[in-house]
T-cell receptor
């Protein structure tokens, strides 16, 4: 059973556009929600993270929106660049155990 | 500061064999977690070690085991390999527990033939 559901599976965006990736969870005990970025041949790298007491967090072009009542959170990449082309994973953590989404392959077209 | 180091990077094994993978965490990090990454399944949690003790365990068969040494280095062992064990195995280390920033290694690509 997938604890964190991620969509879409793949995404193609024009350069300069907004990329949006969504995740949903059921377990209300989750208390940490990070997003990871993975390039081919590399391990995932933490991009941005949020805790449930905050509804939004922004770091540069990357923003997490968090809706606690809907049990959903999303990653927005503003002004998407070809260098953002990668696989993105959302995750949720409870008592030091992480659950990852299945990943979204993002392609930004120049 | 050196990152998380996983060895070897690539492995080819035959069904029925066993394999041991190694992970050296970032200096000072005492928590090490292991994940299996396959296309379509994403990252599946295997187990987490902290101060040489397994604190959390995912839903994998007993053929998958691990341990952590006093220097925080960790090993993962898979016995009686199956074709379905072919995957990228990633380890991640963090300073305290996993509810803080976790740093991943580049992974070990295991192919079972």
């Amino acid at each position: 059973q997938q604890q964190v559901k991620q969509s879409p599976q793949s995404l193609i965006v024009q350069k300069g556009g907004i990329s949006i990736i969504n995740c949903a969870y059921e377990n209300t005990a989750f208390d940490y929600f990070p997003w990871y970025q993975q390039f081919p041949g590399k391990g995932p790298a933490l991009l941005i993270a949020i805790r449930p007491d905050v509804s939004e967090k922004k770091e540069g072009r990357f923003t997490i929106s968090f809706n606690k009542s809907a049990k959903q959170f999303s990653l927005h990449i503003m002004d998407s660049q070809p260098g953002d082309s990668a696989t993105y994973f959302c995750a949720a953590a409870e008592r030091d155990q992480f659950y990852f989404g299945t990943g979204t392959s993002l392609t930004v077209i120049p | 500061k050196a990152g998380v180091t996983q060895t070897p990077r690539y492995l080819i094994k035959t069904r029925g064999q066993q394999v041991t993978l190694s992970c050296s965490p970032i200096s000072g990090h005492r928590s090490v977690s292991w994940y299996q990454q396959t296309p379509g399944q994403g990252l599946q949690f295997l187990f987490e070690y902290f101060s040489e003790t397994q604190r959390n365990k995912g839903n994998f068969p007993g053929r998958f085991s691990g341990r952590q040494f006093s220097n925080s280095r960790s090993e993962m062992n898979v016995s009686t390999l199956e074709l379905g064990d072919s995957a990228l195995y990633l380890c991640a280390s963090s300073f305290v527990g996993m509810n803080t920033e976790a740093f991943f290694g580049q992974g070990t690509r295991l192919t079972v033939v």
